[in-house]
């Protein structure tokens, strides 16, 4: 039997028009802009692989517990005004007594200008901790970092 290729096709780069969206449900979804480049990162959190032994022979890991999903991006500093990002990334769920969550979109375009292309999207997604802004040498930085309590990110094309 043949061998079946994976991961064949045009390479896909974020920076030819990629959109990182932030969704909250009650606004419009926030289109994160200026980041970095080379700076975003997901991961899936997957399950925790249970290890163990019989007899002294390594076994095949169970499925364990599920692990949260994480997002990471360094953006330019733009403005501390209400609805940017740094006002966003305070907000809160007081009523229910949860942090706030969102939908959290990335597109990475078929090709420059492409109304076509894949996306990773994942809900219940969190900020981990507050934004961190760094002085740059040419432009100022926020990094925000993100964690879902879903183990896996959604992959589809658009």
Do not use: C
Not at 144 to 152: A, F, L, T
């Amino acid at each position: 039997m043949p061998d079946t290729a994976i991961n064949t096709g045009q390479p896909l780069r974020l920076e030819q028009g990629g959109l990182l969206k932030l969704i909250d449900g009650a606004t419009d979804p926030y289109e994160i802009q200026n980041r970095e480049k080379g700076t975003v990162q997901l991961e899936d959190g997957w399950y925790e692989p249970l290890r163990y032994n019989n007899k002294g022979q390594m076994q095949v890991p169970v499925e364990g517990d599920e692990r949260p999903s994480t997002f990471r991006a360094t953006l330019m500093l733009t403005s501390t005004a209400a609805g940017q990002l740094l006002v966003v990334s305070q907000g809160r769920n007081t009523a229910a007594g949860l942090l706030k969550v969102y939908v959290l979109e990335v597109h990475w375009p078929a090709y420059k200008g492409a109304t076509t292309g894949h996306k990773a999207t994942i809900a219940n997604a969190y900020f981990l901790k507050p934004v961190q802004i760094q002085e740059g040498q040419e432009f100022d930085t926020v990094t925000i970092e993100m964690e879902s309590s879903e183990p896996k990110w959604t992959l589809a094309t658009y």
